[in-house]
Each structure stands twice: as structure tokens, then as C-alpha cells.
């Protein structure tokens, strides 16, 4: 992002046919700041109209009616039970539990620190230690681990 002068982005992924998706992303300058814990509960409340207002202004985006409801399921708020069941076979701590569900959630590191209480450097030490026991790299690859797991599950 340093090049793009942003500090953060958000994205709704609007479920197509098969395994496409459309991305509506939103985005915060680096003046204004990433997105705080408010900001993401709001973001998280807005999705289900921001992909109706997707679906209203491309209506010919393929959508697979059958599918759109298994889909639908799999990115639904997932409890604390399912996280638990989720994230159980990966080795995590229960605080890089706790991190790896913020940061799902859309949260900055910032963010994190706020809600749970923590240095900022502190967060960077959990990510930095989650994304080694995932053997990945970066939160896109968090995210696709998730949706992986999520797939799995719902096959």
C-alpha cells in the first residue's frame, strides 16, 4: 500500500457462478486511517446490502441460484463454536485464535491491540507467528486459508 497511498481496504466478495465471485472494494487514504473496530462492525452489517445493491445494478451477473444458498452459508458469521472447530487442527494458541478471527473480521493491527488489550508490536508477534504455523505469508493467504478450511467444511 505504500506506493498506493492507502492505509487499508475492505472488500465484499458477491458470490457468481462456480467459484467466481465479484470483489466490491473499499478503501481508506493512509491520511485518514485505517478502518476502526466501528467502522468494521459497520462494514460487516453493510455486506448483505452492498451485495443486494451489487446484484440490483449488474443484473446480469451469473449467479447460480442453487448454489448462491451453500455459498451464502459458507460465508455467513461463523459462531464461537465454529471457530473453535475451525481453527483446531491448525496448532494455534488460543490468542492467535483470537487474532486470526479479528483479523478476518477486518481489522487492522491497531485495531487488534485495541480490543484485546495489547501493544500494537504484540499483534505483530502473533501474525508473525500464525502466518509461520500456516506457512504463509500475508493476510491474503490468511484469507485463503480460511475460505479453504470454509469450503472443506461445507462440502
Not at 101 to 119: C, K, N, P, W, Y
Not at 143 to 150: G, L, P
Amino acid at each position: 500500500y505504500s506506493q498506493t497511498k492507502l492505509a487499508e481496504e475492505v472488500g465484499f466478495f458477491v458470490p457468481l457462478k462456480g467459484k467466481d465471485a465479484l470483489v466490491v472494494s473499499l478503501m481508506r487514504l493512509h491520511a485518514s486511517g485505517p478502518f476502526g473496530t466501528a467502522d468494521a462492525r459497520l462494514l460487516r452489517d453493510m455486506a448483505p446490502a452492498v451485495i443486494g445493491l451489487a446484484r440490483l445494478r449488474w443484473p446480469a451477473l451469473p449467479a447460480d441460484e442453487p448454489a448462491a444458498t451453500k455459498q451464502d452459508e459458507a460465508i455467513a458469521p461463523v459462531n464461537e463454536f465454529e471457530r473453535a472447530h475451525i481453527w483446531k487442527s491448525l496448532s494455534l494458541t488460543p490468542r492467535e485464535k483470537h487474532v486470526v478471527d479479528l483479523v478476518l473480521q477486518g481489522h487492522s493491527t491497531e485495531s487488534i491491540a485495541r480490543a484485546m488489550r495489547i501493544v500494537p508490536g504484540t499483534v505483530k508477534v502473533h501474525r508473525r507467528n500464525i502466518y509461520r504455523k500456516l506457512k504463509i505469508k500475508s493476510q491474503a493467504g490468511l484469507f485463503a486459508r480460511f475460505v479453504e478450511i470454509i469450503d472443506a467444511r461445507i462440502r
